[in-house]
């Protein structure tokens, strides 16, 4: 079912028990045999990228601003699918100011709004995050649970360019795992 219209606050939710990082062996230290200082440095990137997406859910979650753009590179551009399926012209917002719009869109559209992420993918520059997105109506008060996905592109393991996507498929194809 699309999301509607009638719906206004947001609070994220990732489900950090069932997150998969794609790529084996984040968090190694240097004194694993068999990896070198420099595998050791990429693979603490990776997984630092993984925990700033992270951190901007739970950010959102809290309602608080100022953290989500800690996260956020000061060029961020943000193509959101739920502001899409509301009827917004785009569903593009650009930079700290279009991050700030972002949130006053979903926090007039919905009183809640949950996400939780089964799996997070880790592509080096780029991260796929799939799971389910649960959304309540401000001014009707119905519940409707969708897929979620996104496909975030990275710069200095902040968000630069986020894809937000109702189909799991289309982010998968997007990031080039089409099955």
């Known amino acids: 079912m699309m999301l509607g219209r009638a719906f206004s ?11 998969r990082m794609a790529g084996a062996g984040h968090g190694v230290s240097s004194s694993r045999r068999g990896t070198s200082r420099a595998t050791d440095t990429v693979r603490a990137m990776s997984q630092e990228s993984v925990e700033s997406f992270k951190r901007a859910v739970d950010a959102y979650e809290r309602r608080d601003l100022a953290a989500m753009k800690e996260e956020c590179d000061p060029e961020i551009e943000w193509h959101s699918a739920t502001t899409s399926a509301l009827g917004g012209a785009t ?26 992420f089964s799996e997070i993918r880790d592509l ?25 996905s996104s496909l975030t592109e990275l710069r200095n393991d902040k968000a630069l ?9 289309k982010a998968l194809e997007a990031a080039g795992l089409a099955e």
């Open 91 to 116: 569903g593009v917002y650009r930079g700290y100011a279009g991050i700030g719009e972002l949130f006053r869109d979903h926090y007039e559209a919905f009183t809640e709004i949950h996400f939780e």
């Open 161 to 169: 360019r986020v894809w937000t996507y109702l189909d799991a498929t």
């Open 9 to 19: 606050h947001v609070a994220l939710r990732l489900n950090r028990h069932s997150t």
């Open 124 to 148: 080096g520059d780029r991260l796929v995050a799939t799971g389910r997105i649960r959304v309540r109506g401000m001014n009707s008060g119905a519940e409707i649970e969708s897929p979620l």
